[in-house]
């Protein structure tokens, strides 16, 4: 498929959880009225976006600013291009850059100075010095690669070139967490890593463990040593898809009843420094009451 809005990104990320809220993140023409901003600058301009994530938070009484509103801030260095639809105004990546992985070059260091990052970099700036907490969703290894290539191409490739995949996999996990370092150094005080595109029901268990649960640790953990005292969350897909393939292991730890999934977040934080990989959640949950006190700690295999 050519065109990947964010609207279908959030909905595959929350498909292992049939309790997920609609996607209130996504950010809308009333939310950017109410910040003061043009729509288009929310995605593109730093303050801009600052200030619609800081009104989206009011508005959802979140205790997190949530950042970006784009799934393709890391794939714009690579070539992939961010578009509005001129009648739905939704965002999305037409035009694959590559047709193949083949194609693809050896990836180089991200550039934090132009694009799309140095945008969510400079907004994470602004919120931080403005008091909030800023929870920052890198996308993950599969996702940014089939936003540069059809989703089509990484399938068969994780089937019949699975030493490339873990190649190109091992590649682009430098450099995602390159950038969550600098987003803590910038400000972020906690992380998300999604990564629905691929997950444990859509390939076999044994490829999922050895090609796909693989490439991810290896990105987790990356991330990790990026950012070691900085928690970081990984969407349901992403952790429940590493326990099922025996590649993590979860734990219950118990929060204070009736927080909100965004104060757990916070609190855990702040007090547990043996729990800063978390996951069996999604960070959309944020402004939602938790039903059950309970955050998964998350011990990698």
Known sequence: MAEETEKLHIARECASDP??????????EDICEAAGIRYEDAFFDGEAMARAALALSCRDHDPLCRLPFSVSVEAE?????????????????????????QDMPALQPLDFTKGQI???????KWLKHHGETVLLELEGVFSVLSLLVSSREVYKAVYRNPEE???????????????????????AGILSYSDATISFELVSPELYRDVCGEVTVDAVRRVRRAAPHTMLQLCSATSVGLERADRAVAEKVPVTPGLLYGEALKLVGLNRKDCRLVGHGCQVRSPLRMQEPYIYKLTLR
């Not at 260095?77 to 992985?101: C, D, H, M, S, W």
């Open 19 to 28: 309790d997920a809220p609609p996607p209130t993140c996504i950010i809308s």
């Open 165 to 187: 995949i873990k190649q190109r996999g091992a590649e682009l996990a430098g450099r995602i967490s390159e950038y969550a370092g600098e987003a803590v150094r910038c400000g």
């Open 118 to 124: 140095s945008a969510v970099l400079e907004a994470v």
């Open 77 to 101: 260095q690579y070539g992939a291009k961010l578009t509005l639809n001129e009648k739905t105004r939704i965002p999305a990546v037409k035009n694959f850059p590559y047709k193949r992985l």
